[in-house]
């Protein structure tokens, strides 16, 4: 079973970029995709946009279309997530996890599972 | 985009009674639908896939229903451990994803 470990904290100021790491382990990495989610305080979850390392591709929600970038690099198993142009809105807590199973080649959905343990970003001048 | 609608916001209910949470897609989504538990400072745990297949690991209290469009999530008997917030989300027209804005369920 794949394990996701997310880089630490972070604090930024408005207009500047942030990049969360997502890394993978006790699996194989170019068999899942990798999405992130995010949550602002007491707020409901956000689905931001997911990688499919076997295909390299990444798609977004129209939201964050043009703000985010999600990368895969398959020789460290690590996930990225940049979102740039910061503003105190994006303050959260971001997740990636693990969206579709494409062993063999075939992708399969069955919900997000596992999750990463979260990674606080603050956005404060 | 699929809008995914939870029913009701919050739900308060008593320990050892029944929790029924509604979810409703703006269009059909077949039974591609899933739940998730998230408590305070955690992660979401995925509870349910498939409309109504429970994940591992998952106490045979949750049960999950429904296609197309109208879902629901039963837990039988509430535990103490089951108070938390609820997440549906749609996984049809994958690899894009929407998530219902969540039902707190709240002790009576």
């Known amino acids: 079973q794949v394990q996701l470990v997310q880089s630490g904290a972070e604090v930024k100021k408005p207009g500047s970029s942030v990049k969360v790491s997502c890394k993978a382990s006790?699996?194989?990495?170019?068999?899942?995709?990798i999405s992130w989610v995010r949550q602002a305080p007491g707020q409901g979850l956000e689905w931001m946009g997911g990688i499919i390392p076997i295909f390299g591709t990444a798609n977004y929600a129209q939201k964050f279309q043009g703000r985010v970038t999600i990368t895969a690099d398959k020789s460290t198993s690590t996930a990225y997530m940049e979102l740039s142009s910061l503003r105190s809105e994006d303050t959260a807590v971001y997740y990636c996890?693990?969206?579709?199973?494409?062993?063999?080649?075939?992708?399969?959905?069955?919900?997000?599972?596992?999750w990463g343990q979260g990674t606080l970003v603050t956005v404060s001048s | 985009e699929i809008v995914m609608t939870q029913s009701p916001a919050t739900l308060s209910v008593s320990p050892g009674e029944r929790a029924t949470l509604s979810c409703r897609a703006s269009?059909?989504?077949?039974?591609?639908l899933a739940w998730y538990q998230q408590k305070p400072g955690q992660a979401p745990r995925l509870l349910i896939y498939?409309?109504?297949t429970r994940a591992t690991g998952i106490p045979a209290r949750f049960s999950g229903s429904g296609s197309g469009t109208e879902f629901t999530l039963t837990i039988s008997s509430l535990q103490s451990e089951d108070f938390a917030v609820y997440y549906c989300q749609q996984y049809n027209n994958w690899p894009l994803y929407t998530f219902g804005q969540g039902t707190k369920l709240e002790i009576k």
């Open positions: 006790g699996g194989t990495f170019s068999s899942y995709a």
């Open positions: 269009q059909s989504v077949s039974s591609n």
């Open positions: 996890a693990s969206s579709l199973d494409c062993t063999g080649g075939v992708c399969r959905a069955a919900g997000f599972d596992p």
């Open positions: 498939g409309a109504s």
